[in-house]
């Protein structure tokens, strides 16, 4: 009888203790859970604080470069912009130079004839007044020319009519220069202002882009 007490007694023992066991093995694999938790939470606040990190860095990186390339086209607008009103004033400037031109070609031309219809009228005068009178030798005469020096009796023609022939002559070719002279302002004109024309097109396009 005592025997079995003792073996009862010894039963409760072994169960309670394999009781505290269990309970033991219990609390350990939720202290282990609980460990990985915080371990994998721990992980992921690390990992997200490097990506959010890593993120300011592109983000700083990408503001100072986007800073950098606003300044650039600051300055290539700025110059560009310069550049128009420079090209505006040459196009003023050379559209008055080519007025001036035109006008002193106009004085020079219209002169030139005047002249020339003078110089026509008192020929054809001593035409007629050598022919009427018959004469066989012109008389001398030593006229002050239209340049500096004045003009030379010519060989070929001789006296007064053949010196207002060769200044006729002269006045000739001074126009025929002229003519040409205004031929190649007015190209040379009209091939700046075609590529001034080009050019503000294209530096237009770079302000508005």
């Given amino acids: 009888m005592a025997s079995q007490v003792q073996l009862a007694a010894f039963e409760k ?5 394999q009781q505290l066991i269990t309970e033991l093995k219990e609390e350990k694999a939720e202290e282990i859970k609980k460990r990985d938790y915080c371990s994998e939470a721990f992980n992921t606040n690390e990992s997200a604080t490097f990506d959010a990190t890593n993120k300011g860095e592109d983000l700083t990186a990408r503001k100072a470069q986007l800073e950098k390339d606003i300044e650039g086209l600051n300055k290539v607008l700025k110059e560009t912009r310069e550049k128009i009103e420079e090209l505006k004033v040459d196009v003023a400037t050379a559209t008055y130079n080519r007025q001036k031109e035109v006008q002193e070609y106009k004085v020079i031309f219209g002169d030139n004839s005047l002249v020339k219809q003078i110089l026509e009228k008192a020929l054809e005068r001593l035409k007629e007044f050598y022919n009427k009178k018959s004469f066989l030798a ?11 020096g004045g003009y030379k009796k010519s060989g070929s ?4 009519m053949g010196l207002l022939q060769e200044i006729i002559a002269d006045g000739d070719k001074d126009t025929a220069e002229a003519l040409q002279a205004e031929k190649e302002y007015q190209a040379a004109y009209e091939a700046f202002m075609a590529d001034a024309k080009s050019s503000m097109l294209d530096l237009g396009k770079k302000v508005e882009s």
């Fill in 157 to 160: 023609g001789g006296g007064a």
């Fill in 13 to 17: 023992v072994k169960a309670a203790i």
């Fill in 138 to 148: 012109q008389p001398e005469v030593t006229p002050t020319g239209l340049n500096a």
